[in-house]
């Protein structure tokens, strides 16, 4: 049974960094697209950093320069190391993987991200 455990959130002031890791397990890992969503209160989830198999990279202009999305698929985890974390920040993070264009994806149950002072 696929599963994804989010894993590194919380409180930290504007300024400060966190690091997320998702965990995967009952999925090839290495076969599928990595990505990192997150919803704040009131907004629609948007995507933040996504992976590639090949570890090719993009991510939403909001947080170029500050966040770096990376794999370990001998761990069959991906991590978001987030820098500078902004209030705006503040939302709940999750993990999702993606194989064959969407034909399968999978979520993790999220993780809080609070920045403020």
């Known amino acids: 049974q696929a599963r994804l455990v989010e894993s590194g959130g919380g409180l930290v002031q504007p300024g400060g960094s966190l690091r997320l890791s998702c965990a995967a397990s009952?999925?090839?890992?290495?076969?599928?697209?990595m990505a990192w969503y997150r919803q704040a209160p009131g907004k629609q989830r948007e995507l933040v950093a996504r992976?590639?198999?090949?570890?090719?990279?993009n991510y939403t202009d909001s947080v170029k320069g500050r966040f770096t999305i990376s794999r370990d698929n001998a761990k069959n985890t991906v991590y978001l190391e987030m820098n500078n974390l902004r209030p705006e920040d503040t939302a709940v993070y999750y993990c999702n993987a993606d194989y064959a264009a969407g034909s399968v994806r999978y979520w993790g149950q999220g993780t809080q991200v609070t920045v403020s002072s």
């Open positions: 992976i590639t198999r090949g570890s090719s990279t």
């Open positions: 009952g999925i090839g890992f290495r076969l599928y697209v």
